[in-house]
């Protein structure tokens, strides 16, 4: 059951808070993981932020009616057709962004990625 500041961030998309609340708790099944809820988005943080949540601003074509994005963040780009959108902010920290329409999109595939980006966080 989602935080009502889950529920909140993510009230014009109830649909897909159950699918969230999938993300969080998987996410928050590792080691030493901590969120932080803040007006515009969900952060995950093991050492340092590794992932966040967040639901659309503005609607853009060809884009799903309903999804939120997850983002994650690696010292290196990761090249994959549903990465919608990859940058290099500093040198050396890359920030990725994935849309989420349904639970199926929360896959062994983007596991593996905010994997990734959990242990490149604790390790620096």
Known sequence: MSRPEAESLFASQPALIPVYDELEQWILGLPGTRVLYRKTQVSFY??????????????????????????????QRVDHPRIVSSVEPVPGRW???VLIASGSDLDDVLRGWLLRAYEWACQN
């Open 95 to 97: 920030t990725h962004h």
């Open 46 to 75: 093991a050492r340092h932020t590794f992932a966040s949540a967040w639901p659309p601003v503005l609607s853009m074509k060809n884009r799903p009616d309903c999804y939120f994005v997850v983002s994650f963040y690696l010292n």
